[in-house]
């Protein structure tokens, strides 16, 4: 008898977040080379053109594609209604909160239904998104309370945060996410800098996480601190209004990519509980990463890079002595590149099929 494991891929179908398109193709990957004997992976989806049900059957290994005949806006007003979804059903992994997260049997009809959570902003710094998608991820996590068997987070700073929220207690799980596989500095890298206005050896900023008030001070201590030096802020399309600073889309990978092979070093200054994909990737290539001191920095950076204390200008200056020693610099290159290593998808698939063999 086969064991199907079943993953929501909504995000691969109408991706709302590039990082969520990312993890859920990663992992899903991952959890296919990994299956134990006897086992296999399907995908999810909601109601798609035949394009893109094309691409999602292209993972290959996958068994197969299951449909909800219901397209993927509406969906996610039946799911946080806890109204019927056509996705429900055996051993449902979803890489996101997208799941349908109503009442099961798992003793008997062997269900399962385990969500993950990758940001907590929605529930620490509601302001900092629209008032519907803190709406949605509020009502999403009151039925995964209720309904879910198992609540994925990837940090155990966000699991102790998790926990004093909510009452699933028991039921969470630390799971860290890493970078796409194989990722490195993109084909005609330099083409694609050139054309963005990325310069080599640039400062960059997250913008993940940050007030536009608080990205501000950055870049001004920045400023005040370097003033030759070229910087770079990496955000969404809402960061505007910074004068001189080139500003580049994380909606685009290559570019992003391609800015973080660039830089000299990464400043992370946002504190929020969500996971830092920006600074994970920095890591990954080996880029110095000077991050404002957090739980989550903490964890996810740890010896691989500084953690500050003392808000922007206290930034400012470990960016400066870092960029005054090139032995320095080597150093904190070779340490980044040591923690890069720690974060797989294969290890995240291993404990995945390891959680729904416990539950």
């Known amino acids: 008898m086969t064991t199907t494991l079943r993953v929501v891929l909504d995000q691969l179908v109408a991706p709302t ?50 449909s909800s005949p219901i397209p993927r806006r509406e969906l996610s007003t039946a799911l ?15 890489p996101t909160l997208f799941a349908p997260l109503v009442r099961h049997d798992r003793v ?32 999403m996590l009151k ?46 890298a330099v083409g694609r800098r050139r054309t963005i206005g990325v310069p080599e050896g640039a400062v960059v900023v997250d913008a993940a996480g940050v007030s536009a008030g608080e990205l501000g001070e950055v870049l001004a201590a920045l400023g005040r601190e370097l003033p030759e030096a070229p ?18 889309s994380t909606a685009d990978p290559v570019d992003c990519a391609a800015t973080l092979a660039a830089a000299s070093v990464l400043v992370a200054p946002g504190t929020a509980p969500a996971y830092g994909w920006r600074t994970l990737e920095a890591l990954t ?8 001191a957090s739980a989550v920095h903490g964890e996810l950076v740890g010896d691989g890079g ?13 960016v400066t002595s870092l960029l005054a020693s090139e032995d320095d610099h080597r150093r904190a290159a070779t340490l980044s590149t040591d923690r890069g290593r720690a974060f797989s998808w294969r290890e995240a698939s291993d404990r995945v099929w390891q959680l729904h063999a416990d539950l």
């Open 17 to 66: 977040d590039p990082d969520l398109a990312m993890a859920s193709r990663e992992l899903t990957r991952a959890l296919i080379a990994a299956a134990p004997r006897g086992c296999e992976v399907s995908g999810v989806v909601p109601a798609a053109g035949d394009d893109v049900l094309a691409e999602v059957r292209a993972l290959e290994g996958l068994a197969g594609v299951e």
């Open 80 to 94: 946080s209604l806890g109204l019927p979804s056509g996705l429900g059903g055996g051993m449902l992994h979803s």
């Open 108 to 139: 008997h009809n062997h269900e399962q239904t385990v969500v993950t959570i990758w940001d907590l902003t929605p529930w620490t710094h509601p302001e900092r998104a629209s008032k519907a998608s803190v709406a949605w991820h509020r009502a």
């Open 143 to 188: 039925r995964a309370e209720r309904h879910a068997d198992a609540v994925i987070v990837p940090l155990h700073a966000m699991a102790d945060e998790l926990t004093e929220r909510t009452k699933l207690r028991g039921r969470i799980r630390v799971i860290a996410g890493a970078a796409p596989a194989g990722f490195a500095e993109p084909r005609d």
């Open 231 to 248: 910087v770079v802020v990496l955000g969404d399309r809402g960061v505007a209004g910074m004068g001189d600073v080139v500003v580049v």
């Open 285 to 292: 290539l080996g880029i110095p990463v000077v991050s404002a």
């Open 306 to 318: 500084a953690i500050v204390e003392g808000g922007a200008d206290a930034l400012a200056a470990s």
